[in-house]
């Protein structure tokens, strides 16, 4: 995560916690765990996050591309050695394919009670879906990166190949929740303090 935005130290934490503990759930049931996975299951968190509790889990920035919704910045950070989550993952290459690995126990320092249970729902949820049926997920006719691509005219590009990314078009949360009459930013420690 080089590039683009500025994280906390609390983002790292917990970015670099939850990629420990998703690693760890999917190794335990013999699954590796691809780049891909990891993108896409960051990414679901992120989308059910907003959709149920109306705030981000990482805030992340996420882009429009074509085997999307991707964060650049973990992106690169999961493509090459691991710079601000070295002390969390570590990266294997097999058959040009990207493994992740967890480098240490998980802590759950950085959660509350109700995000300690997302993790553990969607984990559940998808644990036995290959990198594909997460893309399909992720590109469900309700998602928002479904509509994010339609609304910006370029979904039959990006789904006949025919464009890759569409440069500078950040997914916008506020379109799961319109009923949120202010900007999604996460806050930490919210969660915990919200009662359903």
């Avoid at 780049?35 to 679901?44: C, D, G, M, N, R």
């Avoid at 991707?70 to 493509?79: A, Q, T, Y």
């Avoid at 806050?187 to 359903?196: A, D, M």
């Amino acid at each position: 995560m080089k590039s683009g935005e500025i994280y906390t130290r609390n983002q790292i934490d917990k970015l670099g916690n939850a990629l420990i503990y998703l690693c760890k759930k999917m190794q335990a049931v013999g699954e590796p765990v691809s780049k891909t996975h990891l993108l896409k299951l960051v990414f679901i968190i992120e989308e059910i996050a907003v959709k149920k509790y109306g705030i981000p889990f990482f805030d992340l920035r996420f882009d429009v591309w074509k085997l999307g919704p991707v964060s650049k910045d973990l992106f690169v950070e999961l493509s090459e050695e691991p710079d601000l989550l070295a002390s969390y993952i570590s990266r294997q290459i097999v058959n040009n394919n990207v493994y992740i690995q967890a480098k240490k126990d998980f802590s759950d320092d950085e959660f509350n009670d109700k995000e300690l249970e997302l993790m553990e729902d969607i984990s559940n949820r998808f644990l036995y879906c290959t990198a594909k049926e997460l893309i399909n997920f992720t590109h469900r006719s309700d998602s928002i990166w479904y509509k994010t691509a339609l609304k910006n005219g370029v979904l039959d590009l990006l789904e006949n190949g025919q464009m890759k990314m569409l440069n500078g078009c950040a997914i916008p949360y506020r379109s799961c929740r319109p009923d949120l009459p202010f900007r999604i930013t996460a806050v930490p420690g919210i969660l915990s303090q919200l009662h359903f």
